[in-house]
């Protein structure tokens, strides 16, 4: 374990002497916790081993080992999980190889890691800890093992897909694929991200959804300043629940069940608060039942709305499948399904397929194979 600066600053001497690419991964809390810090963070290089770096100790600055690791490539498994957490540790890769979307692109049916090694390199990988509390501190001993195995073997792996992404004629789309990984800035915030909460789709009336809303905003401060997961604080089936139910006061709340629970009973007026003032809104201040589309609509309703859409989208489908069973590659790595429909829906009008899905962030080896094929396609009619 890498716990301290003096242990930190070995490392990067270490790995700053080693050779080749350098295996990364990262372990966060999810599901514990609100925050995506990274509490462990696994790194192997060849000539340097394997070190296991706690970055809490440190404050999550990790920044003393950057040096060592600008320059060689990050060989990770399912990068876009973990390159922010590696950020915020002041960590980034300036090249790199992710092996679940190199798996992906070779046409293997299962990417998940220890499927991959243990069908490409005959080993299995201890399991049982991925979903753990990585914020518990001291970690146990066979979970660092756990960790640890997660880098062992991923530039072995990375060196037998890179040949079989060199046979298949793949290795340059691979390669632009890992690139646009890593210059993914965040993903855009959603507009109103309470919608998810489980089992809203049970509710229809704008007041239940103002409910759902003051309630998970409730909910999602508490989270974020005790850093604890939102369904650690307040589970979505008894915010629903309470939307459902409408409880005329705080005592009729308290005796719903989870909110009666002793943990709940503390925050009672809390919880009540944010229902009551989700009742005193006016009706132009109420969600509307839909959520704001940004976009085409739900394709379910192409057929009635624009029928030439509609077959538009079905022949360009039928295209893009068929050239990804050509290449055996799964269809949403040869284009993002929501680029594709709106293509469909709002075909440019100047006929530039090519520049509309450059425009929209397709990979050059994508609009070589997908834009001759959906010229066609944008030509069907009802």
């Known amino acids: 374990m890498v716990a301290d600066r003096d242990a930190l600053r070995a490392t990067a001497e270490a ?10 991964d990262a372990e966060r809390a999810s599901g514990f916790k609100y925050s995506q810090r990274a509490y462990l963070v696994q790194l192997r290089r060849a000539g340097a081993g394997t070190a296991l770096v706690d970055p809490i100790p ?8 950057a ?15 973990d390159l922010a957490c590696l950020a915020e540790t002041g960590l980034v890769p300036s090249r790199l190889f992710d092996t679940e979307l190199a ?18 390199l005959g080993l ?26 997660d880098v062992e073997v991923l530039v072995e792996l990375r060196d037998v897909l890179t040949r079989m992404l060199d046979e298949q004629g793949k290795l340059d789309w691979a390669h632009q694929e890992f690139e646009a990984v890593r210059t993914a800035g ?9 919608r998810r909460t489980s089992g809203i789709h049970k509710l229809r009336k704008p007041r239940q959804l103002a ?3 003051g309630l998970w905003e409730a909910r999602d401060k508490l989270a974020a300043d005790r850093d604890i997961a939102p369904g650690r604080v307040l589970p979505d089936a008894a915010i629903v629940d309470a939307a459902v139910t409408a409880p005329d006061s ?5 005796s719903m069940p989870v909110f009666r629970g002793r943990s709940q009973r503390r925050l009672t007026a809390y919880w009540w608060s944010a229902l009551a003032a989700a009742e005193r809104l006016d009706a132009a201040e109420l969600p509307r039942p839909t959520a704001p589309v940004d976009g085409p609509p739900p394709v379910a309703r192409w057929a009635d709305r624009d029928p030439d859409a509609a077959a538009r989208l079905a022949a360009a489908r039928a295209a893009v499948a068929a050239v990804g069973a050509q290449w055996t590659v799964p269809v949403e790595n040869l284009l993002q399904p929501d680029l594709l429909r709106r293509l469909c829906w709002t075909p440019p009008e100047d006929g530039d397929v090519a520049g509309f899905l450059r425009k929209g962030g397709a990979r050059e080896w994508q609009i070589a194979l997908l834009a001759p094929v959906l010229e066609p396609a944008l030509a069907t009619r009802a």
Not at 67 to 81: D, F, I, K, R
Not at 103 to 120: D, I, Y
Not at 124 to 129: C, D, I, P, Q, V
Not at 130 to 148: C, I, T
């Open 186 to 194: 965040p993903p855009t915030p959603r507009a109103e991200p309470w």
């Open 15 to 24: 790995f700053a002497a080693g050779t080749g690419p350098v295996a990364v």
């Open 67 to 81: 040096p060592a690791l600008t320059g060689p490539e990050w060989v990770l498994h399912a990068a876009s999980q």
């Open 58 to 65: 440190m404050s999550s600055d990790l920044s003393e080992l």
């Open 250 to 254: 705080a005592a009729a709340l308290g």
């Open 103 to 120: 798996g992906r692109l070779a046409g293997l049916p299962r990417v998940g890691l220890g499927p991959m090694v243990e069908n490409l």
């Open 211 to 213: 409910a759902v809303r």
């Open 124 to 149: 299995a990988l201890e399991k049982g800890h991925g979903a753990a509390d990585w914020s518990r501190r001291p970690l146990p001993q066979d979970w660092l093992v756990y960790a640890a195995l």
